[in-house]
């Protein structure tokens, strides 16, 4: 029989009993309620015996199979062993997870929504001489309080990783990156970049004094070149030479060029903001390079120029001429003839925007994310033949960086291509109407 049907029968049994013998005095309906009180007692008490129990300081109550109480605490007890055997694989799970994130060679470090400290493995320890348990709980930018990490904390836009000196230790570099997760949660991931950072230096090294050393040889032997050449041309004896030499003149020509190419990439690799920033009359500027362009594009290229005037701009005048001179003489290399070329200078919102367009053979969409890499040519038998050194727009990446500047190229084959600068407003110091200069 069922705890329910049992119930069931013994409450119908303490009634009659209870009702059988009032009716005996002439009162059933006493008896009922006499009955029923009885029943209703009982039942609190066992419900006391199950509070007790529950809280820990009664005796059991489920050893009973006769009653509807020992199958409720049967229920609870039941309940109860489930979530405790869930609490074990939790803490389980979670003593594993600690244990793989404590081996990680990175530092990792969670975060609330007001970025204060949750918790951090070992390696942030190390990494970032954090202290446990002292610093849970701490606000991180007490203890990490490099501007730029601050600055990176409160922009709240964490697509990039920042790199800074390890406040502790000033030979080890650190690169720091936020993922953001879950509800307002925040992980900050360091790495230890120190060895990739000083690979970097001997390689930017090498090139530098490469390209120096280089130099002087190439100095000289460009000179032997030319004179031999102006006296080839002469008549004289070297007349049969004249093709050869002027080939060794154009060779020689084109490895000054990369040279001055690598030494400027070096000297722009240097440091990621240019530090000497001067007003620049960018108008003049442009107009300068609008000129060379149209010196070297003679009739088979229209230059044409709408730029503001009066223009200028906090920046490095060298590394601004060396931007707009590789984007116009490409524009010009890489446009046949007939084509128009048009720099396009003024503001856009906040912006300053410096546009040149071209109408020339256009790139293909899937060179476009790496033709500011180093020696990247979409053609490379047709760049060399073109005179380029593949360095051209790397240096306008790394120099328009410099300058806060971002470079976006636009281009469908065959259709021409659009390299796209833009400057924030607080490098203009001067801006006003525009000019045509076409
Ligand atoms: P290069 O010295 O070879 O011109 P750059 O770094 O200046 O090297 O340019 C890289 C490559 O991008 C070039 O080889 C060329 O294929 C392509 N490119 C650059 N500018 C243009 C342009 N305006 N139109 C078409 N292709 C271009």
């Known amino acids: ?28 309906a006493w008896g009922l309620c006499a009955g029923l009180a009885v029943y209703l007692a009982w039942h609190l008490w066992q419900l006391r015996r199950l509070e007790l129990w529950l809280a820990g300081r009664g005796k059991r109550l489920d050893d009973s199979r006769l009653d509807i109480w020992a199958e409720v605490a049967a229920q609870v007890l039941r ?35 007001d970025s204060r400290i949750v918790w951090f493995n070992q390696s942030a320890q190390r990494l970032l001489g954090l202290r446990a348990p002292q610093d849970n709980g701490q606000w991180v930018a007490n203890l990490i309080r490099t501007p730029a990490f601050i600055r990176y904390l409160d922009r709240g836009n964490y697509d990039e990783a920042i790199e800074i000196v390890a406040a502790h230790d000033p030979e080890r570099m650190l690169s720091l990156q936020i993922v953001p997760y879950g509800e307002d949660q925040r992980l900050l991931v360091i790495r230890d970049v120190t060895r990739e950072r000083r690979l970097d230096q001997v390689r930017k090294d090498f090139v530098a004094n490469a390209s120096h050393e280089l130099r002087t040889p190439l100095t000289v032997l460009s000179g032997y070149v030319e004179t031999l050449l102006d006296e080839a041309e002469g008549e004289g004896d070297l007349a049969p030479w004249v093709v050869p030499l002027a080939a060794m003149r154009e060779q020689t020509g084109r490895m000054e060029q990369l040279l001055a190419d690598l030494l400027l990439l070096s000297r722009l690799d240097e440091s990621p903001r240019a530090v000497l920033m001067r007003p620049v009359d960018l108008t003049l500027l442009l107009r300068r390079c609008c000129a060379e362009a149209r010196r070297l594009a003679g009739e088979k290229v229209t230059i044409q120029a709408e730029i503001v005037d009066p223009l200028v701009l906090r920046g490095v005048e060298g590394e601004l001429r060396s931007v707009f001179d590789n984007l116009l003489s490409n524009a010009v290399k890489y446009t046949p003839p007939g084509g128009t070329v048009h720099l396009e200078a003024g503001f856009v919102g906040e912006e300053l925007q410096i546009a040149v367009t071209d109408t020339g053979i256009g790139i293909a969409p899937e060179h476009l994310p790496r033709l500011t890499e180093r020696f990247y040519r979409v053609d490379g038998g047709r760049g060399r ?13 790394h120099a328009l960086q ?4 971002q470079l976006s190229i636009e281009s469908r084959l065959g259709m021409g291509s659009r390299f796209l600068c833009r400057f924030p407003r607080d490098r203009v110091l001067a801006g006003s109407a525009l000019s045509n200069c076409g």
């Open 79 to 113: 309940i109860k062993r489930r979530s405790q055997k869930r609490k074990r694989r939790l803490s389980f799970i979670l003593k594993q997870f600690l244990r793989s994130t404590a081996a990680l060679p990175d530092g990792t470090v969670v975060l609330s929504a």
């Open 402 to 405: 410099r300058h806060d500047a």
């Open 1 to 28: 029989m069922s705890p329910w049907s049992r119930e069931f029968w013994r409450l119908a049994l303490l009634l009659a009993m209870a009702g059988g013998m009032a009716a005996l005095a002439g009162e059933p």
């Open 385 to 397: 033949d073109q005179g380029g050194t593949g360095l051209g727009l790397a240096i306008v990446k």
